[in-house]
């Protein structure tokens, strides 16, 4: 049941940094700031189009307060608690359904489910297409949500008319597009050989270079994925933090999955 205390005091503790914002001003001079969010030309030519903007986020990052700070700190918190337990809910589905149903004969306690020997015992997704629904889904929703991202700090005036917002928004739009069936194709290789479903953290003694060499290809995107959590949590990107959760856990089912014992496994 730790696990639970710690994911609700982290509930608790985003709950009170968002109270706190919602009592801060969101400017020092709040005059000053709608003067520069007012501003309608800038110049055309480089250098100086880019000295302006410089001089523009200086002067709004001195009239602003700290209020967007907390409050993204705290929904930070916030989503990581709910995605933690959904997560863990999800990969202990078994468990929790014995568990709800009161006549079961060997029903569990919410300790052994949420515990730490119970997230110990966490499975891997049970087929092959199950795993390219969830990556098309996180896929997906990562670039939604990024352009939601996109949206929010031109709505809190983080970003000048002429920062292109659009066209960026384009650009991602046609990343998804292109990305999707070679990150799909790449895991169908990937997941060929797989034997699912798996738990979690598996490491295969009897074949060490190969679990070395395993683990250090799935070590590549789950650093990355933990370098853009780290620096989520005082920004608008937030919002992508379930979605980085979750895509850890897809690549430890994927490494997992390539060390695990052979067995038939379904599509």
């Known amino acids: 049941m730790r696990v639970l205390g710690a994911l609700l005091v982290l509930l608790l503790i985003g709950v009170g940094l968002i109270t706190v914002s919602a009592t801060m001003p969101e400017y020092l001079d709040p005059a000053r700031a709608e003067e520069l969010l007012n501003v309608t030309m800038a110049p055309r030519t480089e250098p100086a189009r880019q000295e302006f903007t410089d001089q523009w986020f200086a002067d709004m990052a001195e009239t602003r307060t700290q209020?967007?700070?907390f409050f993204d700190f705290g929904l930070g918190l916030i989503l990581t608690a709910l995605s933690v337990f959904c997560l863990i809910s999800f990969t202990r589905s078994t468990?929790?359904?014995?568990?709800?149903r009161p006549g079961s004969s060997n029903r569990p306690n919410l300790a052994q489910i949420y515990g730490v020997k119970g997230i110990l015992k966490?499975?891997?997704p049970r087929a092959r297409w199950r795993f390219l629904v969830y990556w098309t889904i996180l896929h997906a929703g990562f670039f939604v949500f990024v352009v939601m991202i996109l949206i929010i700090d031109e709505i809190r005036g983080y970003v000048p008319f002429w920062s292109n917002t659009e066209k960026l928004?384009?650009?991602l739009a046609a990343l998804a597009g292109f990305s999707w069936p070679v990150l799909m194709g790449t895991w169908i290789v990937l997941l060929i050989p797989a034997s699912l479903p798996t738990r979690l953290w598996v490491w295969n003694k009897t074949k060490l270079v190969w679990s070395c060499f395993w683990t250090l290809l799935h070590a590549v995107p789950a650093g990355a994925i933990l370098l853009l959590l780290a620096t989520s949590y005082t920004t608008q990107q937030v919002l992508i933090i379930p979605f980085l959760i979750f895509g850890l856990y897809l690549i430890e089912s994927s490494r997992s999955a390539g060390?695990?014992?052979r067995r038939p496994t379904p599509l």
């Open 67 to 69: 209020k967007w700070l």
């Open 95 to 100: 468990a929790l359904w014995d568990w709800l």
């Open 259 to 261: 060390l695990a014992p």
């Open 122 to 124: 966490a499975q891997s």
């Open 169 to 171: 928004i384009y650009v």
